[in-house]
């Protein structure tokens, strides 16, 4: 950095930390980027124990064939149906950790979290993010159908939280063969409600990018271009043929709850039920997951088909 912009970067700073507006924009960042989750997906539980597995799976992205290696933890008996569970931005598989030990769910189904590509121990070679849904998608399609024909589950259920929740409806409305039905909890789906916010366009200036840290980095280049990603994906949700239940907290200040509502608009003549939580923000399914756990009765645990 030449003398000229570092000058003007130590006066910019300045008058941001004399006006406070430094701290608040700090603040922002952390809580928009998911700093809850980040910190819930590192916690330890000593209650249960997590079985870690990886498979390399081959993928085809515009034409060329690719490898990756996914990784994901399981709970449950072998025997239930499946939850596919897939966590926001930033985080990792552990921020199902609370739900995964819940004896409601574990008494039928079994989960699989996973880390999304890009997170946790499902990294590409060359460290980048991919933040375009359908390439995260192309890559859990493939470890699907490698992993589900071994395992003969009788129902699969995929279920996501905040942008894992857009990724796991895509997932549904793209494999009605595999996917039997789907959970979304707090998840974008309206593309003028999740246009970049002013802190996110901040979290691209050198300095700031130095202060929130690798992972909130990350996840701000999965946040940027999400509304255009979601322009892209708006058919999809038209495409549904599988019950699907979407959660949504109604204080959520991250992701507004009219998207859960346009997202309803989208599936007016499908199978699906809107459980909107009036007392609950965004982060509820780390320290509640019986909330979570409670919605799910609404799915016969046999058959899948909302009651």
């Given amino acids: 950095m030449s003398r000229k912009r570092l000058s003007n970067a130590k006066t910019k700073i300045s008058q941001l930390l004399k006006s406070g507006k ?5 603040a922002c960042l952390l809580l928009q980027l998911g700093i809850a989750e980040l910190v819930y997906a590192t916690k330890t539980f000593e209650s249960k124990t997590f ?3 990886l498979r390399e799976v081959d993928y085809t992205w515009d034409g060329v064939q690719h490898s990756f290696t996914l990784h994901w933890t399981e709970s449950g008996q072998e025997n239930n149906n499946i939850i596919v569970a897939i966590h926001g931005t930033p985080g990792g598989w552990g921020a199902w950790r609370a739900f995964m030990q819940h004896e409601d769910v574990l008494e039928n189904y079994r989960i699989l979290s996973i880390d999304r590509p890009g997170w946790g121990n499902s990294q590409f070679s060359d460290g980048r993010i991919e ?7 192309a890559i859990i399609e493939a470890w699907l159908h490698s992993y589900l024909p071994e395992i003969e589950p009788a129902q699969v259920l995929v279920m996501g939280h905040s942008w894992g929740a857009t990724l796991a409806a895509s997932l549904l409305a793209d494999n009605p063969e595999i996917i039997d039905g789907g959970v979304v909890v707090a998840g974008p789906f309206d593309p003028l409600l999740s246009e970049p916010r002013w802190y996110h366009n ?3 200036n050198g300095l700031i990018k130095s202060i929130i840290g690798k992972n909130m980095r990350r996840s701000n280049l999965e946040m940027l271009p999400l509304w255009e990603e979601l322009i892209v994906l708006n058919e999809s949700w038209h495409k549904i043929q599988k019950p699907i239940l979407l959660i949504q907290g109604k204080k959520d200040f991250l992701v507004k709850y009219k998207n859960a509502e346009y997202l309803q608009q989208c599936l007016q003549d499908k199978e699906h039920k809107y459980v909107r939580l009036d007392d609950e923000g965004h982060f509820f399914i780390f320290k509640k997951p019986e909330l979570i756990a409670d919605q799910l009765t609404y799915f016969n645990p046999t058959t899948l088909v909302l009651k």
Avoid at 22 to 26: G, M
């Fill in 51 to 53: 079985e870690s597995k």
């Fill in 202 to 204: 901040w979290a691209k």
């Fill in 22 to 26: 430094f701290f608040l924009l700090v």
């Fill in 131 to 137: 933040p375009q849904f359908h390439y995260q998608q």
